[in-house]
């Protein structure tokens, strides 16, 4: 691995419930999973050629997940030769702490590449790693050996991911929740210490659309919102109770966008000209206020920001689109773009193109307004894993090398 040093680290505000640092981010998208992270002071403009490389890290292996920061520790995985998944404990500064292959991970060609998919989550003194074969994997976040295995096609008599399973677990307490698509097991939740069954969906078999859920709270309850493979539901949280469905089918059955959550709203996007929706959190079977196929975001995410949803395309001749969270209205999109992953942190977006260039750009309904890019040349394979931001850095996963650029105010 090669490594440079790291200059400082940033603290910002922590909305998940776990023992870490402020300004960390334990999971996929954020605390939150909406692909909003909570940084403050971090730069509006960056230097022609970028901003600053505070350090790298290659020789991961394939994989299409993404870092995550607990505590001063990078965790994210990748697979040795041997087509073992390997879960990577790095420090502030790229060295090393430790790593530890823990099972076979996806091995594919044609359109369903070799790599990781699921992103670790950090909760406390376990990491939990999902693989594409569905096994969830509960490791020990400071020593870095694997606690418990449990495979969930034979638990739960799913089937197997045409895609390799994605997901990146949902964390709630002692509760593990995922979405093994299993009979009476669309979304379960396992006991975090023990991986007991806690509860599990009865009544709801719909295979999983490859979807990382959230959790919301909606009229003083915490829900599991998630795509399935052909309908987006809510699930009451504690007890597993399937609250509300709302069909909304792919023809592939692919829906890896978690849903947008605002004011009892509900927005869903998937790609291949499928388009998006906002649906009332309310009574099954209540229509869509509105619906779109501008925005078909196929696995990138979208983000909600000052009333305003932004994600890329994939159909026609778009890339970066802006939607009216009311009404639906397209408000602008910029082809010039391409289609690429949108976060955001700070006030503004981070848009990473499938042709490598990561765009600052700052959100108005009134236009696109990009402000700095620059090329992500390092790296192997596809431009398709999702960037965090934490403690003030960019965490870039291209294939087998992680890129952290210090993306601070002044720096």
């Given amino acids: 691995m090669k490594r440079t040093t790291v200059v400082g680290m940033l603290t910002g505000t922590l909305i998940l419930a776990v023992a870490a640092q402020a300004g960390d981010c334990p999971r996929f998208r954020g605390p939150q999973g909406d ?4 940084e403050t002071g971090l730069a509006k403009q960056w230097p022609q050629d970028g901003p600053k490389l505070a350090w790298s890290a290659d020789g991961l292996g394939p994989g299409y997940s993404s870092a995550v920061v607990v505590d001063g520790t990078v ?19 790229g060295a090393r ?20 998919r699921g992103t670790p989550t950090v909760d406390g003194d376990r990491v939990f790693v999902m693989t594409g074969f569905t096994q ?9 050996r694997a606690v418990k295995i449990i495979d969930l096609l034979e638990r739960f008599g ?19 929740i995922c979405t093994p698509g299993g009979p009476d097991a669309s979304l379960v939740a396992l006991d975090r210490d023990t991986g007991e069954t806690i509860w599990q969906t009865k009544g709801l078999g719909e ?8 959790l919301v709270s909606h009229d003083g309850r915490m829900l599991v919102l998630t795509m399935l493979a052909n309908s987006v539901v809510a699930v009451d949280a504690g007890s597993g109770e399937v609250v509300w469905q709302h069909e909304y089918p792919h023809r592939a059955a692919v829906q890896p966008n978690p849903p947008l959550y605002a004011d009892g709203m509900v927005y869903v996007a998937s790609g291949m000209g499928t388009g998006g929706a906002m649906l009332p959190l309310v009574q099954a079977g209540v229509a869509a206020r509105w619906t779109d196929k501008t925005l078909d975001c196929q696995m990138q995410g979208t983000v909600l920001l000052d009333g305003h949803i932004y ?19 397209v408000r602008w999109n910029a082809p010039e773009t391409k289609m690429g992953v949108v976060v955001a942190a700070d006030g503004m977006l981070y848009v990473y193109t499938q042709d490598g260039t990561m765009i600052l750009v700052q959100p108005s309904p009134d236009g696109y307004k990009p402000v700095s890019q620059f090329t992500i040349s390092a790296g192997t394979d596809e431009h398709w894993a999702h960037p965090t931001i934490a403690n003030g850095r960019l965490y870039v996963r291209r ?9 601070r105010s002044g720096s």
């Fill in 399 to 407: 294939g087998d090398t992680l890129l952290v650029y210090d993306v």
């Fill in 35 to 38: 692909g909003v992270f909570p």
């Fill in 136 to 144: 969830l994997v509960i490791l020990d976040a400071n020593k870095g």
């Fill in 207 to 214: 295979p999983s659309g490859y979807c990382s859920a959230r």
């Fill in 97 to 116: 702490k430790w790593k530890v292959a823990y099972g076979p991970e996806f091995v594919r060609t044609g359109p369903a590449p070799t790599g990781t």
């Fill in 311 to 329: 994600g890329t395309a994939q159909s026609g001749n778009r890339g970066l689109v802006c939607l009216d969270w009311k009404t639906g209205q």
């Fill in 158 to 176: 799913a089937e197997p991911a045409r895609f390799g399973f994605a997901e990146s677990v949902l964390v709630d307490g002692r509760r593990v």
């Fill in 75 to 93: 965790y994210v995985t990748g697979m040795d030769d041997q087509n073992q998944g390997v879960l990577y404990a790095l420090g502030e500064d």
